[in-house]
Protein backbone atom coordinates (compact mmCIF):
# COMPACT_ATOMS: atom_id res chain seq x y z
CA UNK A 1 0.00 0.00 0.00
CA UNK A 2 1.50 3.64 -0.68
CA UNK A 3 2.02 5.46 2.36
CA UNK A 4 3.94 8.71 3.17
CA UNK A 5 4.86 8.93 6.88
CA UNK A 6 6.63 12.31 8.55
CA UNK A 7 8.52 12.54 12.15
CA UNK A 8 8.33 14.23 13.94
CA UNK A 9 4.33 14.80 14.32
CA UNK A 10 5.30 18.41 16.26
CA UNK A 11 8.50 20.44 16.32
CA UNK A 12 8.75 23.59 18.65
CA UNK A 13 11.97 25.38 17.67
CA UNK A 14 13.13 28.88 18.63
CA UNK A 15 13.34 32.14 16.12
CA UNK A 16 16.97 31.95 14.15
CA UNK A 17 17.19 28.04 15.29
CA UNK A 18 17.53 25.02 12.18
CA UNK A 19 15.82 22.37 12.25
CA UNK A 20 15.08 19.16 9.81
CA UNK A 21 12.47 17.34 9.11
CA UNK A 22 11.38 13.95 8.16
CA UNK A 23 9.69 12.25 5.18
CA UNK A 24 9.65 8.45 4.95
CA UNK A 25 7.22 6.59 1.70
CA UNK A 26 6.45 3.18 0.43
CA UNK A 27 4.98 4.71 -2.99
CA UNK A 28 6.10 3.12 -6.06
CA UNK A 29 7.26 3.01 -8.53
CA UNK A 30 8.19 6.23 -7.44
CA UNK A 31 7.80 9.89 -9.96
CA UNK A 32 8.51 12.80 -7.72
CA UNK A 33 8.37 14.37 -3.92
CA UNK A 34 7.38 16.99 -3.30
CA UNK A 35 7.54 19.37 -0.28
CA UNK A 36 4.32 21.71 0.63
CA UNK A 37 3.93 24.29 3.32
CA UNK A 38 0.68 24.95 4.46
CA UNK A 39 -0.76 28.12 7.05
CA UNK A 40 -3.65 27.23 9.15
CA UNK A 41 -6.64 27.33 7.28
CA UNK A 42 -5.22 28.06 3.73
CA UNK A 43 -3.84 25.54 0.69
CA UNK A 44 -0.85 24.18 0.09
CA UNK A 45 1.94 26.39 -1.32
CA UNK A 46 4.58 24.75 -3.07
CA UNK A 47 8.16 24.38 -1.99
CA UNK A 48 10.45 21.68 -3.44
CA UNK A 49 10.21 18.91 -5.91
CA UNK A 50 12.02 16.28 -6.54
CA UNK A 51 12.33 13.55 -9.16
CA UNK A 52 14.30 10.02 -8.85
CA UNK A 53 17.58 11.77 -10.21
CA UNK A 54 17.41 14.75 -8.17
CA UNK A 55 19.33 14.25 -4.20
CA UNK A 56 18.59 17.93 -3.29
CA UNK A 57 16.94 21.03 -4.07
CA UNK A 58 16.79 24.70 -2.60
CA UNK A 59 14.31 27.57 -2.63
CA UNK A 60 15.69 29.95 -0.18
CA UNK A 61 16.02 28.92 3.47
CA UNK A 62 14.40 25.69 2.33
CA UNK A 63 17.08 22.61 1.15
CA UNK A 64 15.28 19.20 0.78
CA UNK A 65 17.24 15.68 0.06
CA UNK A 66 16.28 12.78 -1.32
CA UNK A 67 17.65 9.13 -1.06
CA UNK A 68 15.58 7.11 -3.28
CA UNK A 69 18.00 3.86 -2.40
CA UNK A 70 16.17 4.46 1.26
CA UNK A 71 13.34 6.68 0.54
CA UNK A 72 13.71 8.85 2.60
CA UNK A 73 13.18 12.86 2.65
CA UNK A 74 14.34 15.48 4.82
CA UNK A 75 13.64 19.38 4.84
CA UNK A 76 15.88 21.48 6.84
CA UNK A 77 15.18 24.84 7.14
CA UNK A 78 17.62 27.42 7.85
CA UNK A 79 17.73 30.28 10.57
CA UNK A 80 14.56 29.87 10.86
CA UNK A 81 11.40 33.17 11.22
CA UNK A 82 8.07 33.06 13.12
CA UNK A 83 6.36 33.07 9.71
CA UNK A 84 8.00 29.65 9.32
CA UNK A 85 5.26 28.26 12.09
CA UNK A 86 2.92 25.92 9.51
CA UNK A 87 2.24 22.61 8.65
CA UNK A 88 5.16 21.11 6.10
CA UNK A 89 3.96 18.17 4.14
CA UNK A 90 5.43 15.82 2.13
CA UNK A 91 3.66 14.65 -0.86
CA UNK A 92 5.11 11.61 -3.21
CA UNK A 93 3.99 10.96 -6.60
CA UNK A 94 4.06 7.17 -8.02
CA UNK A 95 3.68 6.74 -12.26
CA UNK A 96 0.61 7.29 -13.37
CA UNK A 97 -0.78 7.65 -10.35
CA UNK A 98 -2.30 10.91 -8.20
CA UNK A 99 -0.43 11.75 -4.81
CA UNK A 100 0.03 10.35 -1.66
CA UNK A 101 -0.08 12.66 1.57
CA UNK A 102 1.53 12.56 4.24
CA UNK A 103 0.03 13.90 7.79
CA UNK A 104 2.48 16.48 7.77
CA UNK A 105 4.77 18.09 10.84
CA UNK A 106 3.59 21.17 12.49
CA UNK A 107 6.24 23.86 12.85
CA UNK A 108 6.14 26.23 15.80
CA UNK A 109 8.50 29.05 15.76
CA UNK A 110 9.05 30.65 18.98
CA UNK A 111 10.34 34.26 19.57
CA UNK B 1 1.07 36.66 -9.39
CA UNK B 2 -2.23 34.52 -10.26
CA UNK B 3 -3.89 32.66 -7.90
CA UNK B 4 -6.57 30.03 -7.45
CA UNK B 5 -9.44 30.99 -5.89
CA UNK B 6 -12.23 29.58 -4.09
CA UNK B 7 -15.51 30.45 -3.33
CA UNK B 8 -17.71 30.48 -0.25
CA UNK B 9 -14.51 30.36 2.05
CA UNK B 10 -17.28 29.34 4.04
CA UNK B 11 -20.72 26.86 3.37
CA UNK B 12 -23.03 25.73 6.35
CA UNK B 13 -25.34 23.09 4.89
CA UNK B 14 -27.93 20.72 6.62
CA UNK B 15 -27.67 16.92 6.20
CA UNK B 16 -28.88 15.54 2.72
CA UNK B 17 -28.89 19.10 0.85
CA UNK B 18 -26.81 19.46 -2.35
CA UNK B 19 -24.35 21.96 -2.21
CA UNK B 20 -21.92 23.70 -4.63
CA UNK B 21 -18.28 24.14 -4.30
CA UNK B 22 -16.63 26.84 -6.75
CA UNK B 23 -13.36 27.22 -7.81
CA UNK B 24 -11.51 29.70 -10.78
CA UNK B 25 -8.00 28.16 -11.46
CA UNK B 26 -5.08 30.26 -12.84
CA UNK B 27 -6.41 30.72 -16.81
CA UNK B 28 -3.21 29.28 -18.68
CA UNK B 29 -3.71 25.82 -16.36
CA UNK B 30 -5.55 22.65 -17.92
CA UNK B 31 -5.67 20.50 -15.12
CA UNK B 32 -7.45 20.93 -12.56
CA UNK B 33 -8.32 19.22 -9.21
CA UNK B 34 -9.88 18.67 -5.98
CA UNK B 35 -8.80 17.46 -2.96
CA UNK B 36 -10.17 17.80 0.61
CA UNK B 37 -8.89 17.55 4.47
CA UNK B 38 -11.05 16.79 7.06
CA UNK B 39 -9.97 18.87 10.28
CA UNK B 40 -6.72 17.91 12.06
CA UNK B 41 -6.25 15.00 9.29
CA UNK B 42 -4.02 14.86 6.26
CA UNK B 43 -5.00 16.27 2.82
CA UNK B 44 -6.74 13.38 0.28
CA UNK B 45 -7.34 13.47 -3.20
CA UNK B 46 -10.60 13.45 -4.74
CA UNK B 47 -10.46 13.97 -8.39
CA UNK B 48 -8.87 15.45 -11.35
CA UNK B 49 -10.19 16.79 -14.28
CA UNK B 50 -8.61 17.69 -17.76
CA UNK B 51 -10.47 18.20 -21.00
CA UNK B 52 -13.82 18.35 -19.79
CA UNK B 53 -13.42 14.83 -18.36
CA UNK B 54 -12.77 13.05 -15.11
CA UNK B 55 -8.81 11.54 -15.45
CA UNK B 56 -8.83 10.21 -12.06
CA UNK B 57 -10.73 9.86 -9.16
CA UNK B 58 -10.10 8.17 -5.32
CA UNK B 59 -12.38 5.76 -3.71
CA UNK B 60 -13.87 8.53 -1.52
CA UNK B 61 -15.23 10.59 -4.98
CA UNK B 62 -18.26 7.86 -5.20
CA UNK B 63 -21.27 8.60 -6.91
CA UNK B 64 -22.51 11.66 -4.61
CA UNK B 65 -19.49 13.98 -6.17
CA UNK B 66 -19.75 15.23 -9.43
CA UNK B 67 -17.07 17.83 -11.10
CA UNK B 68 -17.75 20.29 -13.72
CA UNK B 69 -16.39 22.96 -15.87
CA UNK B 70 -19.31 24.61 -16.79
CA UNK B 71 -17.48 27.80 -18.67
CA UNK B 72 -13.95 28.73 -19.61
CA UNK B 73 -13.13 30.05 -16.31
CA UNK B 74 -15.52 28.66 -13.44
CA UNK B 75 -14.77 24.56 -11.82
CA UNK B 76 -17.16 22.62 -9.59
CA UNK B 77 -17.87 20.43 -6.88
CA UNK B 78 -21.23 19.35 -6.35
CA UNK B 79 -22.01 17.25 -3.53
CA UNK B 80 -25.60 15.92 -4.41
CA UNK B 81 -26.83 14.72 -0.49
CA UNK B 82 -24.14 15.60 1.79
CA UNK B 83 -23.25 13.75 5.14
CA UNK B 84 -21.78 15.30 8.15
CA UNK B 85 -19.05 13.41 7.68
CA UNK B 86 -18.77 15.16 4.29
CA UNK B 87 -17.61 18.02 7.07
CA UNK B 88 -14.28 19.58 5.19
CA UNK B 89 -12.20 21.86 3.89
CA UNK B 90 -11.84 21.74 0.25
CA UNK B 91 -9.21 22.45 -1.67
CA UNK B 92 -8.93 22.84 -5.55
CA UNK B 93 -5.64 23.07 -7.21
CA UNK B 94 -4.45 23.70 -11.03
CA UNK B 95 -1.16 23.41 -12.91
CA UNK B 96 -0.82 23.69 -16.53
CA UNK B 97 0.20 20.11 -17.05
CA UNK B 98 -1.08 16.64 -15.74
CA UNK B 99 0.72 15.81 -12.42
CA UNK B 100 1.09 12.37 -12.79
CA UNK B 101 3.56 10.21 -13.90
CA UNK B 102 6.49 12.48 -14.60
CA UNK B 103 5.09 15.68 -14.40
CA UNK B 104 6.79 17.66 -12.13
CA UNK B 105 4.69 21.03 -12.76
CA UNK B 106 4.01 23.08 -9.70
CA UNK B 107 0.31 22.33 -8.31
CA UNK B 108 -1.27 25.74 -6.95
CA UNK B 109 -3.91 25.30 -4.53
CA UNK B 110 -6.78 27.83 -3.60
CA UNK B 111 -7.29 29.03 -0.06
CA UNK B 112 -9.94 26.10 0.30
CA UNK B 113 -14.21 26.04 1.11
CA UNK B 114 -14.56 25.44 4.65
CA UNK B 115 -17.85 23.06 4.25
CA UNK B 116 -19.72 22.33 7.57
CA UNK B 117 -22.81 19.93 7.30
CA UNK B 118 -24.98 19.67 10.19
Known amino acids: KNQVEQSPQSLIILEGKNCTLQCNYTVSPFSNLRWYKQDTGRGPVSLTI?????NTKSNGRYTATLDADTKQSSLHITASQLSDSASYIC??????????FGPGTRLSVLP | EPEVTQTPSHQVTQMGQEVILRCVPI?????FYWYRQILGQKVEFLVSFYNNEISEKSEIFDDQFSVERPDGSNFTLKIRSTKLEDSAMYFC????????????????FGPGTRLTVL
Open chain 2, 93 to 108: ASSERFLAGEGTDTQY
Open chain 1, 50 to 54: MTFSE
Open chain 2, 27 to 31: SNHLY
Open chain 1, 91 to 100: VVSAYGQNFV
